[in-house]
Nanobody, 123 residues
Framework: VQLQASGGGLVQAGGSLRLSCAAS????????MAWFRQGPGKEREFVAA????????YYADSVKGRFTATRDNTKKMMSLQMNSLKPEDTAIYYC?????????????????WGQGTEVTVSS
């Protein structure tokens, strides 16, 4: 499967952005989908994941209550609605797909990656 992330940009603290991840070339419902991010000088970290059917979602503590991950299997897309953004949310955001049917929190456990979209939150 090929993944294409989009929607990043520059936003002031407290603002909102919506990221999208479009999938092609595979059966979208065969994958657990996730968002990761990598800030300047930091390792890639888990942000959110959505089960194959979209009925279960998991979040990092740092974004819980502010970010919402959803997927539309008919459109082969996943989204990340980010509200109340903070400067520490500044990072390149990646979407990822996992073949194994279980949620994973390590980037090493995901099989396919999009190219990333940059989010910058100014204070």
């Amino acid at each position: 499967v090929q993944l294409q992330a989009s929607g990043g940009g520059l936003v002031q603290a407290g603002g909102s952005l919506r990221l999208s991840c479009a999938a092609s070339g595979g059966s979208f419902t065969n994958y657990v989908m996730a968002w990761f991010r990598q800030g300047p000088g930091k390792e890639r970290e888990f942000v959110a994941a959505v089960s194959r059917a979209g009925d279960s979602r998991y979040y990092a503590d740092s974004v819980k209550g502010r970010f919402t991950a959803t997927r539309d299997n008919t459109k082969k897309m996943m989204s990340l609605q980010m509200n109340s953004l903070k400067p520490e949310d500044t990072a390149i955001y990646y979407c990822a797909a996992r073949v194994w049917d279980s949620i994973a929190y390590s980037s090493r456990q995901y099989d396919f990656w999009g190219q990333g979209t940059e989010v910058t939150v100014s204070s």
